[in-house]
């Protein structure tokens, strides 16, 4: 998928060096306006100092697709679908690094409640590094709702849950799969829970009470990638 298009270019005055003549040849090969700035209109700009004499105005990136064409996504390509939901998950940081693991595994989207959560913030996309550019985050006011119609769909749905008696390396990933992921505080939701078609766990030393959700999130992801890797390998 094509990343954000560059408006213009900003560079500091009197920028020198191979990486700030590299960087100019190829603003001006795809025909980005450059614009020559002090230093300290770089730093309001960028809204500190670490832009390194460089800073891009860019747009929107790729068009974001409604719940509607998340959920069939996975049913139009030659591979597996796979989606992470995240109920409630509030920190920022979170959802950024949860978004970055789903790039990593070619994930289809990311779901989040509209309300009661995390947003696309500048902390979030900082964190996922990119990995917005490459994952739908689809917003939906119910996500009871939006599990519904995955699963009307054909999607199986495996909840990320503490207590859960199943390994997640026990479960079969090798079906269309919408993968939950419960709020820094109290987990999944009960009523959402409920929408599971079944539980999993992922086993640590009794000394720690939790994982954090990012990383959670990325080990039963990768699990999915290398189960679904394993089998084409195999078949």
């Known amino acids: 998928m094509a990343r954000r298009p560059v408006h213009i270019l900003y560079m500091v005055h009197g920028s020198k060096g191979g990486k700030f003549t590299a960087i100019r040849a190829m603003a001006e090969a795809r025909k980005i306006e450059v614009r020559w700035q002090e230093k300290k209109k770089l730093d309001f700009l960028a809204g500190n100092q670490n832009h390194q004499g460089v800073l891009a105005i860019v747009g929107e990136g790729k068009t974001k697709l409604s719940l509607t064409e998340l959920v069939f996504k996975g049913q ?7 989606v992470a939901l995240l109920d409630c998950v509030q920190d920022p940081r979170n959802l950024g690094a949860v978004v970055r693991t789903a790039a990593a595994v070619e994930a289809d989207g990311v779901v989040i409640p509209r309300n009661r959560s995390a947003s696309l913030s500048e902390g979030a996309t900082k964190v996922a590094s990119g990995g917005e550019e490459h994952v739908d985050v689809v917003q939906v006011t119910n996500i009871a709702d939006a599990l519904e119609m ?22 079969d990933y090798e079906r269309n799969l919408v993968l939950v992921f419960g709020g820094e505080e109290k987990g999944i939701r009960p009523l959402v829970q409920k929408k599971c078609d079944e539980l999993i766990s992922i086993p640590i030393s009794p000394n720690v009470e939790s994982l954090n959700v990012s990383v959670a999130a990325a080990l039963v992801m990768f699990e999915a990638r290398k189960q679904r890797e394993a089998a084409l390998r195999e078949g």
């Open 150 to 171: 995955f699963k009307a769909a054909g999607y199986w749905v495996y909840g990320a849950e503490g207590s859960a008696e199943k390994s997640y390396t026990e479960v």
């Open 76 to 82: 139009m390509g030659d591979k597996l679908g796979l």
